[in-house]
């Protein structure tokens, strides 16, 4: 391949994640790249040989285009590298994948994924990428753009309540595989018919989710930064509303919900830390009993380690009361002792005073206690 084709075939395997373009196999060839895709692993087992395995057929972890991975068997005749470009067994026909892992670390990979099957039930490697299986390989790639754009009119055309969001093209360009949204059940039978006398090819639909979706098409969250499902999140880990309520956050739909529509999954990095620091708060619903009055809990600031208190009789006014003092006084309580007034207690004060359109002005005064 000259200098040419290999810019325009590096540009094209972006959506793949290899940063290389592809060239004539060299053994000595050091092609592994670390942070190429989302799909990058670490192989901490690399240098490790166990010797109590016996010769035979081994597994490698092969990914394709997007989030999709498989295990695929090989004799040990074939050695492959992480990194490599090879040819794999499909449901006809092969497919043009990249290996992942090889070695000890994926039968570890295997069992953490829950894939069971024996290696002879496994699909074969069938050798390391020719020139010609790369060449049309990237000529379907190319080809994937100009399909997504001409299904998604013919979709419209057939007035289809459903939103095609990806194509992947089998590595010997005999199949491809459409990814697509849809709120309700769709009775595609006429799209596939004509998608098959379109291009000429096999055709599968494959629906995704609304997470998946947004980790397809990419974009950039209120963060600022590009969304963590397309840059590096692989798995998805469920997120619920008690995420939101135990870090205190404001319950409002368009703030808690990403491009996906669904609640975000930064929800989760920071909740254990609130779960470990929420162990050292005494129950919210705790009254302090003072002569003054009952004091009622109204928030808390977890890191900062204090509880907001304000009067049944005087809402607007809040008084911050570190932990410690509230479970003394919570003890005292308990004993039958009143303190004159929680104002003596209070670390800051916050004067709440609502405008005609009900919304508060907060004004903090800070005080020292002993």
């Given at each position: 391949?000259?200098?040419?084709?290999?810019?325009k075939a590096a540009a094209s395997f972006m959506p793949r994640g290899?940063?290389?373009?592809?060239?004539?196999?060299?053994?000595?060839?050091?092609?592994?790249?670390?942070?190429?895709?989302?799909?990058?692993?670490?192989?901490?087992?690399?240098?490790?040989?166990?010797?109590?395995?016996?010769?035979?057929?081994?597994?490698?972890?092969?990914?394709?285009?997007?989030?999709?991975?498989?295990?695929?068997?090989?004799?040990?005749?074939?050695?492959?590298?992480?990194?490599?470009?090879?040819?794999?067994?499909?449901?006809?026909?092969?497919?043009?994948?990249?290996?992942?892992?090889?070695?000890?670390?994926?039968?570890?990979?295997?069992?953490?994924?829950?894939?069971?099957?024996?290696?002879?039930?496994?699909?074969?490697?069938?050798?390391?990428?020719?020139?010609?299986?790369?060449?049309?390989?990237?000529?379907?790639?190319?080809?994937?753009?100009?399909?997504?754009?001409?299904?998604?009119?013919?979709?419209?055309?057939?007035?289809?309540?459903?939103?095609?969001?990806?194509?992947?093209?089998?590595?010997?360009?005999?199949?491809?595989?459409?990814?697509?949204?849809?709120?309700?059940?769709?009775?595609?039978?006429?799209?596939?018919?004509?998608?098959?006398?379109?291009?000429?090819?096999?055709?599968?639909?494959?629906?995704?989710?609304?997470?998946?979706?947004?980790?397809?098409?990419?974009?950039?969250?209120?963060?600022?930064?590009?969304?963590?499902?397309?840059?590096?999140?692989?798995?998805?880990?469920?997120?619920?509303?008690?995420?939101?309520?135990?870090?205190?956050?404001?319950?409002?739909?368009?703030?808690?919900?990403?491009?996906?529509?669904?609640?975000?999954?930064?929800?989760?990095?920071?909740?254990?830390?609130?779960?470990?620091?929420?162990?050292?708060?005494?129950?919210?619903?705790?009254?302090?009993?003072?002569?003054?009055?009952?004091?009622?809990?109204?928030?808390?600031?977890?890191?900062?380690?204090?509880?907001?208190?304000?009067?049944?009789?005087?809402?607007?006014?809040?008084?911050?009361?570190?932990i410690e003092k509230v479970k003394e006084l919570a003890e005292g309580?308990?004993?039958?002792?009143?303190?004159?007034?929680?104002?003596d207690f209070a670390f800051m004060k916050e004067q709440q005073a609502?405008?005609?359109?009900?919304?508060?002005?907060?004004?903090?005064?800070?005080?020292?206690?002993?």
């Open positions: 391949m000259n200098d040419d084709q290999q810019a290899c940063c290389r373009a592809p060239r004539v196999y060299n053994p000595k060839d050091r092609i592994f790249q670390h942070s190429c895709c989302k799909l990058d692993e670490h192989n901490w087992l690399k240098d490790y040989q166990n010797p109590a395995k016996k010769e035979g057929l081994q597994i490698a972890e092969v990914r394709f285009k997007n989030g999709r991975k498989d295990f695929f068997s090989y004799t040990p005749d074939l050695e492959l590298k992480e990194g490599e470009i090879i040819a794999v067994e499909a449901a006809a026909g092969h497919d043009i994948g990249i290996v992942t892992l090889v070695g000890e670390i994926v039968e570890l990979q295997m069992k953490r994924k829950k894939v069971n099957l024996p290696s002879e039930g496994l699909k074969k490697v069938y050798r390391h990428a020719k020139l010609s299986d790369v060449e049309k390989w990237v000529g379907a790639i190319e080809q994937e753009e100009h399909t997504l754009f001409r299904s998604r009119e013919i979709a419209l055309d057939l007035n289809l309540e459903m939103k095609m969001n990806d194509v992947e093209y089998q590595g010997d360009k005999t199949k491809a595989i459409f990814y697509y949204t849809a709120e309700d059940r769709v009775d595609f039978r006429e799209l596939i018919k004509r998608l098959a006398e379109e291009f000429r090819i096999r055709i599968e639909m494959r629906q995704i989710g609304m997470r998946q979706e947004a980790a397809k098409l990419g974009g950039i969250g209120s963060c600022g930064r590009e969304l963590c499902c397309s840059s590096w999140m692989s798995e998805f880990h469920s997120v619920s509303t008690n995420v939101a309520r135990l870090q205190q956050l404001s319950p409002n739909p368009q703030k808690l919900a990403g491009q996906c529509g669904k609640l975000k999954c930064c929800l989760n990095y920071e909740y254990e830390a609130y779960v470990d620091a929420l162990k050292a708060f005494p129950d919210d619903r705790t009254v302090i009993k003072t002569q003054k009055g009952d004091a009622y809990h109204q928030k808390s600031d977890i890191f900062k380690g204090l509880m907001w208190y304000a009067y049944a009789n005087d809402r607007n006014n809040l008084m911050a009361i570190p309580n308990r004993k039958g002792k009143l303190p004159e007034k929680l104002e609502n405008d005609d359109y009900g919304n508060g002005n907060n004004d903090p005064q800070y005080y020292n206690y002993e």
